[in-house]
């Protein structure tokens, strides 16, 4: 199988990749290249973690290297199994492959334990007794210096016995930590003498009961980095304050091997939260379906709301990396799965709000198939058949009594194309006599326009989609909008939160969907074309052959082609290049 780790073409330089160029070019690393994606498995991957994940296997594939996948499990309590196997399935769904390079930080329990020894032996960490709440007190703020903790000079034997004290249970949950001596007064809070052990009396997925101490992650990291001999560990740019404790843990127990952490700027995503903290709380307030809900940014919710894992690799390439935080346009997301199905999908017709149409003069026992092009993009994929009859459904939106200037499509007395089929007219609006709702209407068809196009030449000024009534397969469909109604939802001013952004109307579900036949037995997870409508997709959890269910992957419209254009005007007006 071809996977995107051999997918190097062509992929624009970055200051990331500039670094390890250089390295490579000073033998700093002896011509090696090994990067890893480390996710901590308190949740579902999201669209961040998939610039993370394309960025570190991509440069290693580059470079002739290895990733490794290494689970950063070193906090029992918020981490599960269902997440390690989710994480994975994305991973691989994103085209990546670790082959046997699966690790877990657990895996280096017992060699992170006897390194934070080595560090209690050579004077460089002790126990501690301050409580949480006290050694935040002692650490001082950006402008005034930390106060040493009163244990900071607990003999080395004293810290041992204790340390060792600590793994074997003897004490309270919080009661004791070992810290790194380092400075209290070092601008860097971070180096202000760092918790780099807890005590934590909870079961760990992988380790059970063995331990109830449980390694920081500023300790953990970079060990497991050096552990598996990594040459560039990169990571987001909130790390950037912690290198200097990254190369500490490093230089202190002189590890052989030292890898070197690159940062670069997490992905921001308009109308979207990516923290895992916060898609945590949308499952469980139940704003959504689930981690994997159509709506949601992560990699199992844009795969079923029909995203392709080039679409999001494509996308991951076009943002770049960068040192800077921004937030990206989701229209460009959106513009990449466009691009994507409009190369790889079958046009289908399917009718949302449907319609009736009868068509007068023909005949009411006929069924005639017409021909229909599966993707004009692609001749290769062939053409179908599309049954007509007597009776249609149109989109309901097609049609207007009092049609408004500039509305080309179908009105009393004017004539349209519908689509691979006949020029109809409307001759008739039927109404709900109660209601005024129109219900039905009457049409004819000239048969001389067979296929859609009229000998003499005549011109309509607009094409519908449409099903047979008789022949086409009732459908729900799920009409997605943004979750959030703020560009940015997690820029939470005047002690609003981000719950405050929550789109009320990020879901439309219709009921009474109409399609053509030939998408019976529909695959679930498959993607078509609705002529004229978006790309929507077969719903992998909910659809079956007896009710199908497809979700609305992205509309037809490209917001980013536009803005795109109009730079590229402003660019040009500007007389620059
Ligand atoms: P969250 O804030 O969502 O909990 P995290 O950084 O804690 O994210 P991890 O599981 O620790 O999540 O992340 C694994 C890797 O993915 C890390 O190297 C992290 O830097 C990277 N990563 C996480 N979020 C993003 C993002 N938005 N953009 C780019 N990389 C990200
Ligand atoms: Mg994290």
Not at 37 to 62: D, M, Q, R, T, V
Request: proline content about 5%.
């Amino acid at each position: 199988m071809k996977t995107a780790n051999d997918t190097t073409s062509a992929i624009p330089s970055d200051f990331i990749r500039n670094i390890i160029a250089e390295d490579l070019k000073t033998n700093k690393t002896r011509g090696r290249v090994v990067t890893r994606f480390p996710p901590e498995p308190n949740g579902y991957l999201h669209i961040g973690h998939a610039k993370s994940i394309c960025l570190n296997f991509g440069i290693a594939a580059e470079n002739g290297g290895i990733c490794n996948l290494r689970f950063d499990d070193t906090n029992p309590i918020k981490e599960e199994v269902e997440y390690v196997e989710s994480i994975k399935e994305d991973v691989r769904w994103l085209g990546f492959d670790w082959g046997d390079r699966l690790f877990y930080a657990s895996d280096y329990f017992e060699q992170l334990y006897q390194y934070a020894v080595q560090l209690v032996k050579s004077g460089k960490a002790y126990v501690c007794d301050l409580s949480a709440d006290e050694i935040r007190r002692y650490r001082g703020t950006l402008t005034e210096p930390g106060k040493d903790s009163p244990y900071r000079s607990r003999s080395v034997e004293e810290n041992l016995d204790l340390f060792e004290r600590m793994r074997s249970g003897e004490f309270e949950d919080g009661s004791r930590v070992l810290r790194a001596k380092i400075d209290m007064a070092s601008g860097n809070l971070n180096m202000r003498d760092p918790v780099i052990y807890r005590i934590l009396l909870a079961e760990h997925h992988r380790t059970g009961d063995k331990w109830c101490i449980y390694p920081m992650y500023d300790f953990a990291h970079c060990l497991s980095d050096s552990i598996e001999r990594i040459t560039h560990s990169i990571c987001t740019l909130e790390f950037e304050d912690h290198r200097p404790l990254y190369d500490w843990f490093l230089d202190e127990l002189n590890a052989d091997c030292h890898p070197r952490q690159v940062e670069f700027a997490r992905l921001n995503l308009s109308y979207t939260v990516t923290s895992k903290r916060k898609l945590a709380h949308l499952v469980e307030q139940g704003h959504v379906t689930g981690w994997d809900d159509p709506r949601m940014p992560t990699l199992s919710g844009l795969r079923r709301r029909g995203y392709t894992p080039e679409s999001i690799r494509k996308f991951a390439e076009r943002i770049g990396v960068a040192k800077k935080d921004s937030i990206v346009d989701i229209a460009l997301l959106e513009h990449c799965i466009r691009e994507d199905l409009n190369e790889r999908a079958t046009r289908v017709m399917g009718v949302l709000r449907p319609l009736r149409v009868v068509i007068d003069n023909y005949p009411e026992d006929r069924m005639e198939e017409l021909e229909a092009i599966n993707n004009p993009e692609d001749p290769g994929m062939g053409t179908r058949k599309v049954p007509f009859s007597r009776v249609l459904y149109i989109e309901r939106d097609d049609f207007r009594e009092e049609p408004p200037k500039k509305f080309f499509r179908l009105a009393p007395g004017r004539e349209v194309r519908l689509r691979y089929a006949y020029f109809i007219t409307c001759l008739e609006v039927v109404k709900d006599q109660q209601t005024g709702e129109v219900v039905e209407l009457h049409c004819t068809y000239d048969p001389e326009t067979r296929g859609g196009w009229s000998p003499d030449g005549r011109k309509v000024k607009a094409t519908l989609h449409w099903v047979s009534a008789a022949h086409s397969l009732k459908a729900e469909v799920r009409m997605y909008d943004h979750l959030f109604t703020k560009t940015n939802p997690s820029d939470e001013k005047d002690g609003a939160d981000f719950n405050a952004y929550l789109n009320q109307n990020s879901l439309e579900t219709l009921n009474s969907c109409c399609v053509e036949p030939s998408l019976a037995g529909a695959a679930p997870a498959s993607r078509y074309q609705f002529e004229r409508l978006g790309y929507f997709c077969v719903d992998s959890v909910d659809s079956s052959d007896e009710a199908l269910v497809f979700n609305r992957t992205v509309t037809l419209r490209d917001t980013w082609a536009k803005i795109e254009k109009a730079q590229m005007r402003r660019t040009i007006a500007d007389g620059s290049s």
